[in-house]
């Protein structure tokens, strides 16, 4: 396959676990973003890299949250001490330099805190 | 700041018509990227769909078109002749100049009618 992966699929943990997610781009694919989706909303941009370097953050992304992709292929997502709040679908997402419009999103990870 | 407002939180339509589903934007940036997206209740995100700030053009993709009226600021998208696996979620996005950040409106979904 080729498509982007995520996992797992589904996690539940409870407030303050830590918790990670991993994502893997289209191979050939040089830039790598992480979303977050709430319930009724549509994605909201967290971060983004291209090959190893992550190069922009949103606000949305406390220091509870820390992403890497330290060898510009898979990503990971993790999030401290979670919150009921931080409960969301998070979306992964690649593309390439060259072709920055298009994003090929995964299947997401859907995160439930209780 | 980028916005991006859909007002149709659900559509329905007969299997086989068309139907126009409803996006405006706001942005100050002299060159944009609008973008549709499809989500199925699978979760993942399906591109449909861009149209640059700058095409004379409306983009078209098979049965999918966009109707970019620019003074208006907006991209409304029209899905012909609609079938059953169309009924999903639609998410209309947008792209600032940076072209890292992707903008997405709060959705409208589908139910498309046998």
């Known amino acids: 396959d080729t498509g982007v992966s995520q996992d797992p699929r589904h996690k539940i943990t409870k407030r303050g676990q830590n918790v990670t997610f991993r994502c893997d781009p289209i191979s050939e694919h040089n830039r790598l973003y992480w979303y977050r989706q709430t319930l009724g909303q549509g994605p909201e941009f967290l971060t983004y890299f291209q090959n190893e370097a992550q190069l922009e953050k949103s606000r949305l992304l406390s220091d509870r949250f820390s992403a890497e992709r330290p060898k510009g292929s898979f990503s990971t997502l993790e999030i401290q001490r979670t919150e009921q709040g931080d409960s969301a679908m998070y979306l992964c997402?690649?593309?390439?330099?060259?072709?920055?419009?298009?994003?090929?999103f995964g299947p997401g990870t859907r995160l439930t805190v209780l | 700041a980028q916005k991006i407002t859909q007002t149709q939180p659900g559509m329905f339509v007969q299997e086989k018509e068309a139907v126009t589903l409803d996006c405006t934007y706001d942005?100050?940036?002299?060159?944009?990227?609008l973008f549709w997206y499809k989500q199925p209740s699978s979760g993942e995100m399906i591109f449909l769909i861009y149209q640059g700030s700058y095409d004379q053009q409306n983009a078209t993709e098979g049965r999918y078109s966009l109707n970019f009226q620019k003074a208006r600021k907006s991209a409304n998208l029209v899905i012909s002749a609609s079938q059953l696996g169309d009924s999903a979620m639609y998410f209309c996005?947008?792209?600032?100049?940076?072209?890292?950040?992707?903008?997405f409106g709060t959705g409208t979904s589908l139910t498309v009618i046998p």
């Open positions: 996005a947008m792209r600032g100049v940076t072209g890292n950040q992707f903008y």
């Open positions: 997402a690649s593309s390439l330099v060259v072709a920055p419009d298009t994003q090929y």
């Open positions: 942005t100050s940036d002299p060159s944009y990227g």
